[in-house]
């Protein structure tokens, strides 16, 4: 198991980094927070993205779908920002949320390092 902190420094870690939060998408508050040498106000970027995980949340409750999101891409001209809602039986109702500066970060490594690090969390 991996606490917030460590989560959030593992998020950090990764090539463009720019925020990093763990967040309750039932308040919108991010539980913790990380930004890098970027201006990024993690916290208004958090609970404006809480929003969407709630819709899409509702949507597929209203599809009637069997199924759960495993991450949302935002695509900016200069950022990824990506969510990815915790199904862990250790940290229900939050999701990791990473910005990336597009020109330095690995996309895929990036999802792939999420996957790994939402897994073993423990909020």
Known sequence: ?????VALKEM???DGAIGAAVVD?????PLG???????LDIEIAAAGTT??????????EQLGLNDSIED???TLGSQY???????????????LYLAL????????LARHRLKAIEEDLEV
Not at 1 to 5: A, C, K, L, P, R
Not at 25 to 29: A, D, E, Q, V
Not at 33 to 39: F, H, N, Q, S, Y
Not at 51 to 58: D, M, S, T
């Open 12 to 14: 950090m870690l990764l």
């Open 101 to 108: 500066d597009r020109g330095k970060g690995n996309l895929a």
């Open 25 to 29: 998408y039932g308040s919108g508050m």
């Open 51 to 60: 929003e969407v995980i709630r819709a899409k949340i509702h949507t597929i």
């Open 72 to 74: 949302v891409l935002i």
């Open 81 to 95: 920002h990506i969510l990815r809602p915790s199904r862990g039986r250790h940290a229900r109702g939050v999701f």
């Open 1 to 5: 198991m991996v606490n917030m902190d």
């Open 33 to 39: 927070m990380v930004t890098g040498p970027k201006d």
